[in-house]
């Protein structure tokens, strides 16, 4: 199994990013995704839930209405639209089916002026 984050970076407050995660080695389509992120100093947390299918979605109430998650299951590929970020959205994003899945590097996200 591995999952390969990118799309993160530096960018503004109210700024977007559109984060990818390509997923291997396990049938994608099956199973519901998650992002997640760490920040600084912080215990990881959940951040956004999608169901296989894509029919279903869950967030954090820190990103509720600003973040969207997404699939393609045709590509393998995860997605997480962010939008208005703030500087409290600073953290390194990883994606997975459930923790004990294992993580892969992650993408760096950084909301600064």
């Known amino acids: 199994v591995q999952f390969v984050e990118s799309g993160g970076g530096l960018v503004q407050p109210g700024g977007s990013l559109r984060l990818s995660c390509a997923a291997s080695?396990?049938?994608?389509?099956?199973?519901?995704m998650s992002w997640y992120r760490q920040a600084p100093g912080k215990e990881r947390e959940l951040v956004a839930t999608i169901t296989s299918a894509g029919r279903s979605t869950n967030y954090a109430d820190s990103v509720k209405g600003r973040f969207t998650i997404s699939r393609d299951n045709a590509k393998n590929t995860l997605y997480l639209q962010m939008n208005s970020l703030k500087p409290e959205d600073t953290a390194v994003y990883y994606c997975?089916?459930?923790?004990?899945w294992g993580w892969g590097q992650g993408t760096q996200v950084t909301v600064s002026s």
């Open positions: 080695g396990f049938t994608f389509s099956r199973y519901s």
């Open positions: 997975t089916v459930l923790p004990n």
